[in-house]
């Protein structure tokens, strides 16, 4: 599907919002003292992207991996800028039964200049208006692009803890079921394999992040810029290693499931062998009488009613005896 591209931008001086944002003038905008620029560019084409980093002299291996179809999560500082890549997580409403993804991705690449943040987006799905609400919540301009990286990362390891959340919230209904004492069904296994798809994925995009916080924060120290914000990135880092933890935990947990299903299915398959071998055996019993005075030979009783009470009664208590030593022994 084609996505039409579009470009936005906005442009702080003194703290105050501007109206005269113009893209072709964004290297002009970042030569002005006191001003912030954010340019979010959706879907751009190719020449308009290596056009832009011929202006700001941003690297052309880093503008590669901003248009690319597949890129990792990863942050590179460079001499003049940092390049970042990012996912957001959207969790689906649907259930996770109907063959359909619960969790689907959405790339943010950036390059942080000292003065600017360009964003790249493939697709319009990320909402960047939640970004400019965390980052005015933050304290906006006054503490420069830092914060509004921030913002954008804040908001990005919120989605990956709404995920996680989803994600915990569907395997405690798995366990839940798993122990009611019902047999198993083919949506049961289905529904199990779609959630450690999507925890894989989800683990995909949430591990690297400590890597790209710790590469952002870095660089901001290296650059001399506001330490303020300091607390702020380390507690960004917190909920990184938070997700990466609850992850983890949930791997087990759905790895448990898996192995705990397949013993369970052995041992009702070793109770279901043991209750026919008992019955086959008890079963046995009148078989065996019945083939013994079915002979052709005279045997005790032979043509009387006596007989026929005799080996009625026989297969009776032989039945009896059984059965109850096989309840004794749980095998019935």
């Known amino acids: ?26 290297s002009d905008y970042l030569a002005e003292p006191d001003t912030l620029v954010w340019a979010d560019l959706c879907a751009p084409d190719h020449d308009t992207l290596c056009g832009l980093a011929d202006e700001l002299g941003l690297n052309r ?20 800028h940092t390049f970042f890549t990012v996912y957001a997580v959207d ?143 380390a507690d960004l880092y917190d909920h990184v290693l938070r997700v990466s933890e609850w992850t983890e935990s949930l791997r087990d947990m759905i790895t448990t499931i898996f192995e705990t299903n397949l013993s369970l299915q052995d041992a009702r398959l070793n109770t279901v062998m043991k209750k026919l071998t008992g019955w086959a055996a008890i079963i046995a019993v009148p078989t065996a009488i019945t083939g013994f005075y079915g002979q052709n030979v005279p045997y005790p009783g032979f043509g009387t009613h006596a007989g026929f009470a005799a080996s009625t009664g026989v297969i009776l208590v032989l039945m009896v005896v059984l059965y109850v030593m096989f309840r004794r022994r749980d095998w019935l």
């Open 91 to 233: 969790v689906a409403t649907e259930p996770a039964d109907t063959g359909e993804r619960m969790l689907s991705m959405q790339r943010i690449s950036g390059f942080v200049l000292p003065q600017g943040l360009i964003t790249v987006r493939l697709t319009p799905d990320f909402d960047m208006t939640q970004v400019t609400r965390r980052w005015q919540e933050i304290g906006g301009q006054s503490y420069g692009v830092g914060a509004l990286v921030h913002g954008l990362l804040d908001v990005v390891v919120d989605s990956h803890f709404t995920a996680v959340e989803a994600l915990d919230d569907c395997i405690e209904a798995i366990e839940d079921e798993l122990f009611d004492g019902r047999p198993r069904k083919g949506i049961f296994q289905r529904r199990t394999f779609l959630l450690r798809r999507d925890l894989v994925n989800l683990r995909r995009v949430a591990l690297p992040m400590r890597e790209v916080v710790n590469a952002i924060a870095h660089h901001r120290v290296s650059d001399g810029s506001d330490r303020r914000l300091d607390p702020l990135y």
């Open 61 to 80: 291996w880093a503008v590669e991996d901003a248009v690319a179809a597949a890129e990792r999560v990863k942050a590179t500082a460079y001499e003049s």
């Open 1 to 26: 599907m084609q996505i039409a591209s579009s470009i936005h931008g906005r442009v702080w001086r003194g703290g105050k919002a501007q109206d005269d944002f113009e893209f072709d003038k964004i």
